[in-house]
């Protein structure tokens, strides 16, 4: 059973932030046999142990850019993204015959590549990014898919200077919105597994760390994000033997989604 068709069967989506790789949003009214059949789908496979939780990412089959709920995430949906058929390259290299790639602003560069991103067309999009970037190099929606991207084709370094680039900019924002909230935990998240695919794990559970010292959201998203962080970032402590702290925020995880037990118990 593909991904999509697992998504959506399961009545609440699970999103794109629980990447180890997990880009996974869990709504935490969602069941378990619904999260491990997730699993099951070789997205991320979670391996667990009477000793840790150990978690292995697979990049070749992880929720991506395809899945509306990731583009939702990142405000290129709805009016970006209208319900049509699937776009192919074909059709975005006639949209751009129309209009010099020049003369276009870096959010619409950003809604051509996650265009193609979408349809699977990576090495057409990567383009547009970097021309978008090249035109706004602190546009973190544009940073943020860039990362993910190159997470995408294993270019774990290149995919953290961009998503670090965007944790910068974020942290730097006065008053932060609760988008840009939402989108440090997704980056935060992202670049973690980043360093940690890297063997940077203390460099990797420091970006989740982050995500620790953030208010949790009041946005019922956010808030699953924010918990997904939370688990994700007891895994890689897990994996460090540091199981106490692992089972703090594991405890936290529970109180919020107590269809996770079964992690906090295996932790123990």
Avoid at 188 to 217: D, F, Y
Wanted: with cysteine.
């Amino acid at each position: 059973m593909s991904v999509i068709a697992v998504l959506q069967e399961i009545s609440e989506f699970y999103d794109a932030a629980f990447v180890f790789h997990w880009l996974l949003h869990s709504t935490g009214k969602s069941s378990l046999l619904g999260y491990q059949q997730f699993i099951n789908c070789n997205t991320v496979r979670l391996y667990l142990s009477k000793e840790r939780i150990t978690v292995v990412a697979s990049f070749e089959k992880q929720v991506s850019l395809k899945l509306p709920v990731v583009r939702a995430k990142l405000g290129l949906l709805d009016k970006d993204f209208p319900k049509a058929p699937a776009l192919s390259a074909e059709m975005v290299t006639h949209e751009l015959r129309k209009v010099s790639p020049e003369n276009l602003s870096p959010h619409e560069l950003l809604v051509l590549s996650v265009k193609l991103l979408s349809s699977g067309h990576r090495a057409r999009a990567i383009p547009l990014l970097q021309m978008a970037l090249e035109k706004d190099p602190g546009h973190v929606k544009g940073l943020i898919v860039m990362g993910q991207a190159r997470l995408q084709e294993g270019l774990h370094a290149e995919a953290t200077d961009h998503l670090e680039r965007a944790i910068s900019n974020l942290i730097l924002t006065g008053h932060p919105t609760a988008e840009d909230v939402d989108h440090l935990i997704l980056a935060s998240q992202w670049a973690g597994v980043a360093c940690i695919r890297q063997g940077k794990n203390a460099e990797g559970i420091m970006h989740l760390e982050r995500i620790t010292s953030l208010e949790e959201p009041e946005d019922p998203k956010s808030k699953a994000h924010y918990f997904d962080g939370l688990l994700l970032l007891a895994s890689a402590l897990s994996k460090e033997d540091r199981n106490a702290e692992a089972a703090k925020y594991l405890r936290l995880v529970v109180a919020y989604d107590p269809s996770r037990k079964e992690f906090l118990d295996q932790c123990l």
